[in-house]
């Protein structure tokens, strides 16, 4: 007769584990399978007949016409950040001295 091990809090969580794994991946795979079917694929709002989109500004930098849209819209947040911190450093003043 052979002797039952008795298993391990290790042996357990390995299984637990394994089980969780095994359960995410096939939920993943269900949800990618049911976004592929009803989402369809993104497009930028580029014009049919014009050139798409670039990927990255900086791979055509000056041509922000090609730039995604969402690429404009952190350049412009970019550009009001700099100018604001700008004028505060220019025109802020900063702390004054009291004489006594």
Known sequence: LRSARRATFFDVFLLV???AASALRTTQQ???AVCARVVPKRAYGAPA???PPVDYPW???SEPSRWKSEHVV???LAGWAVGLSAAKAAFGGG???EKK
């Open 17 to 19: 584990m394994s089980f």
């Open 30 to 32: 269900r949800a990618q």
């Open 49 to 51: 007949d014009g050139p």
């Open 59 to 61: 791979m055509a930098p």
């Open 74 to 76: 952190f350049t412009v």
């Open 95 to 97: 702390k004054k001295e």
